[in-house]
């Protein structure tokens, strides 16, 4: 999630486009491009990547890194992973010992050490912390692209102080299951930083959906597997999985 810095330029949007978005994810064509465009691009990296998803269950830990353990961040935490539970089938449980997706609840100060220690580059994350209101890194198994390991890096102060919290752990969670990119133009979407979404929309929904269909095999490039996204999408449309 980057850091929002005009979030006035929502409101000047036209009322008749935001209307036109209403009902977006009943297009399986916009639904096919907004799902190749965020499963298989990556917001920090360049060019076509291959798909990934998890094939393990995922055992999850909450690290309080000067930050005091309240409930209500456990319970924000939780209450999503248990919707992406419900969306994708994935067994999904807290563990702290042998945990593989650690979220990480620190100081905005502490925010770019946070970044540097998971990700190595002590450069990069200057500039990612600059850039972000919170983040995710996943670590895929090769050569299969599946994901193994998962970290989310929340500045919990910051994210209370701009309201973000929430978004911050319903947009990194998602991503990092499989659907690592942002744009602008994907819309309603979390995976849209110029939109306000708190929750998942239908069209995330879907996306998550699709992705977690056993058809659609992680290290599997885009030409392997559109003919099946495109035979897949407009089946879930007619079954309104969006809900």
């Known amino acids: 999630m980057k850091r929002l ?10 009322a008749m486009a935001m ?21 298989f691009k990556h917001e920090y990296e ?27 961040l456990r319970e924000d935490i ?25 979220i990480v609840l620190t100081r905005d100060k502490d925010y770019a050490a946070r970044i540097a220690e998971v990700t190595g580059d002590a450069r990069q994350a200057v500039r990612l912390s600059q ?9 895929m198994r090769q050569p299969s692209n599946a994901i193994e390991r998962a970290w989310v890096i929340i500045p919990a102060d910051h994210a209370f102080e701009k309201g973000l919290f929430h978004s911050c752990v319903v947009e990194e969670l998602t991503q990092s299951l499989g659907l690592p990119n942002d744009a602008d133009w994907v ?24 992705l977690y269909r056993p058809e659609l095999k992680s290290g599997m490039t885009i030409k392997q597997a559109y003919p099946i996204i495109h035979r897949l999408v407009p089946e879930m449309i007619r079954q309104r999985q969006w809900r």
Not at 131 to 139: F, H, K, M, Q, T
Not at 188 to 202: G, V
Request: glycine share 2%; with cysteine.
């Open 5 to 14: 810095i005009a979030l006035t330029l929502l409101a000047t949007l036209p």
């Open 19 to 39: 209307a036109g978005f209403q009902r977006i994810w009943e297009n399986a064509d916009y639904v096919e491009k907004a799902f190749a465009e965020i499963a």
């Open 46 to 72: 360049a060019g076509l990547k291959r798909l990934s998803k998890w094939t393990r269950p995922i055992r999850y830990r909450i690290r309080y890194d000067h930050v005091r353990p309240l409930p209500v």
């Open 78 to 102: 939780r209450d999503h992973f248990h919707t992406l539970h419900q969306l994708t089938g994935l067994d999904i449980r807290p563990a702290q010992h042998k945990a593989n997706f650690t």
């Open 131 to 139: 850039e972000s209101n919170c983040i995710s890194y996943l670590v």
């Open 187 to 210: 819309s309603p979407s979390i995976a849209n930083d110029l939109d306000i979404q708190e929750e998942l929309s239908p069209l995330d929904r879907l996306m998550v959906r699709l």
